[in-house]
Nanobody, 120 residues
Framework: QVQLVESGGGLVRTGGSLTLSCAAS????????MAWYRQTPGERRELVAS???????RYTDSVKGRFTISRDNNKNTVWLQMNSLKPEGTAAYYC??????????????WGQGTQVTVSS
């Protein structure tokens, strides 16, 4: 089991910045990748950014150049630095940890979510 606790959400004006953090605890040795997703009411949860244990990153196109995901494996923490925020970035942001001990034992763990609201 892996537990994830997020922090850092809030209200920010268009063009502003926020940094989200997510601390993992529990059986963290098997975490392969961590990621941030976001979701608005009535919509599917979408991937924002992900980072593997080796530091390989992926971003959804809409945030490239503005968001940066980083990770400290020793602290089992991942951050999402969000710059130049836009109103369409308003959503609940969820931390995700993906563990894989074998092809048949893959799990996704989720944090409780943190709200980001970008005012226009």
């Amino acid at each position: 089991q892996v537990q994830l606790v997020e922090s850092g959400g809030g209200l920010v004006r268009t063009g502003g910045s926020l940094t989200l953090s997510c601390a993992a605890s529990g059986n963290t040795n098997n975490i392969y990748s961590m990621a941030w997703y976001r979701q608005t009411p009535g919509e599917r949860r979408e991937l924002v950014a992900s980072i593997t244990r080796a530091g390989n990153t992926r971003y959804t196109d809409s945030v490239k150049g503005r968001f940066t995901i980083s990770r400290d494996n020793n602290k089992n923490t991942v951050w999402l630095q969000m710059n130049s925020l836009k109103p369409e970035g308003t959503a609940a942001y969820y931390c995700n940890a993906f563990t894989a001990t074998s092809p048949s034992q893959e799990y996704n763990y989720w944090g409780q979510g943190t709200q980001v609201t970008v005012s226009s």
